[in-house]
């Protein structure tokens, strides 16, 4: 069973920067797609960054030049590097994962082309 745990939020300041983990178990293989998205109060559920297992990237034009999608030396672990942050970008941030290639960019940034989710992490930026 697979499991995504992130970690990294907080309460900041406009302007600031966060750097967000996700640590996932029970992989099968390093051949998979990551996400980070994202769920602003009484918004719905949007992709902020996709990396595949070949490292190619894809990031929402809303942070685009901000936001930095990375795996780390383990396979197993997935950042997102938050700068510049604005209050507009206050929401409870996820990780997900699916088996396999990245399968275009409309289909990186649907949150229902993911297979496994973590709980979030909550990002507060504050004017």
């Known amino acids: 069973q697979v499991q995504l745990v992130e970690s990294g939020g907080g309460s900041v300041q406009a302007g600031g920067s966060l750097r967000l983990s996700c640590v996932a178990s029970?992989?099968?293989?390093?051949?998979?797609?990551f996400g980070w998205f994202r769920q602003g109060p009484g918004k719905e559920r949007e992709g902020v960054a996709v990396?595949?297992?070949?490292?190619?990237?894809l990031y929402a034009d809303s942070v685009k030049g901000r936001f930095t999608i990375s795996r780390g030396n383990a396979a197993n672990w997935l950042y997102l590097q938050i700068n510049i942050l604005k209050p507009e970008d206050t929401a409870l941030y996820y990780c997900?994962?699916?088996?396999?290639?990245?399968?275009?960019?409309?289909?990186?940034?649907?949150?229902?082309?993911?297979?496994?989710w973590g709980q979030g992490t909550q990002v507060t930026v504050s004017s």
């Open positions: 997900a994962a699916d088996p396999g290639s990245c399968s275009g960019a409309n289909w990186a940034m649907t949150t229902a082309s993911y297979k496994y």
């Open positions: 029970g992989l099968a293989s390093s051949n998979y797609c």
């Open positions: 990396v595949a297992s070949d490292g190619r990237t």
